[in-house]
């Protein structure tokens, strides 16, 4: 579809197509669990949606982190965001800190969040119960959440399962200041990603990078198989010769997101009649990885050489994410008595 100027125009109501916000937090290169829970269906959204993906660097200060270390990690995340095939013709690709209005929103927002409503938070409860100093951020983390969703008017929102809690927040964030200031931002729907909670290579915990348990998406053939071949199969099959069971094994899972799916009834088959031995099994995974990573090493080595292309792209992408920002801003603003000098010259 063209991007008429007309669509460029208009306003949250009449729009063509319906908006998309998603963020990332800038941990460096991302990695296959972040491709499979999230980017790849990012790279399909951006044909169909107005897409805005965001580096959220403000997010990454609430946990532990080196302000040192932070600008590699937010633009290697951003030349993965473009490795995979996240295109800055069909979507908008920015780092969050290049918005203040997220940060002046979020503030804004606070006024209608009840603490309670904070405090009950599940990745809140978690992260805050192994830290004897729990920072006010970490608390406050889902109100930014709400705030870069709301400034764009998104109604969509691709997610994992792990952010639903965050996401319906944002819908009550929406209610409460609608029915305070008048109806004006949309209750964004979370869109939950097909793949699921993808495990790690230790088949036991979500796959992480400060797990260690995954495979960067830029990684080559030889790091891909050196860290797939440590991979945990299924614990019952001990020896070549044990039949295996594919519906338990997580590296059968991570064949069903990542093998030609019509390879896959000979793959559970030969590891049931214990025909194809688990290293085996493992090293046509390792292909499929490999054969998928492909494309995204190409596309950055075009960016490592050419940093100054991405820092271009993620410019303009604030640019236009910055024109949307200051819109939406000016009327809630206006709504909650902030904009006094305009107010009292009427
Ligand atoms: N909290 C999200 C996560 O950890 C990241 C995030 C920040 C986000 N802002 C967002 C996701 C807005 C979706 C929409 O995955």
Known sequence: MERGREEEASSAGGRGRRRVFSGMQPSGEAHLGNYLGALRQWVELQEEYECFFCVVDEHAITGEFAGEDLPARTLDLAVSFLA????????TIFVQSDVPEHVELSWLFNSVTPLGDLERMTQFKDKSSRLESVPAGLLNYPVLQAADILLYRAEVVPVGEDQLQHLE??????????????SYFPEPEALVSKAGRILGLDGDQKMSKSLDNTVGILADSEEVWAR????????????????????????????THLTDPEKLPDIAHQCRTAQRGCVECKRILAASID???????????????????????LEAGAQRARGIARETMREVRG?????WRTALAR
Request: proline residues 8%; contains cysteine; charged residues 35%.
């Open 84 to 91: 995979v095939g996240l295109d800055p013709e069909r979507c």
């Open 291 to 313: 054969e998928r990573f492909a494309p995204f090493r190409e596309r950055a080595a075009h960016y490592r050489e050419n940093p100054d292309e991405v820092v271009q792209i």
């Open 335 to 339: 709504r909650m008595g902030l904009d």
């Open 169 to 182: 927040l944002t819908r009550e964030i929406a209610r409460r200041w609608n029915s305070r200031f008048g």
């Open 228 to 255: 797939v071949r440590t991979a945990v199969t299924d614990p019952q099959r001990v020896k070549k010769s044990d039949p295996g069971r594919p519906e338990v094994c997580n590296v059968y899972t991570l064949h």
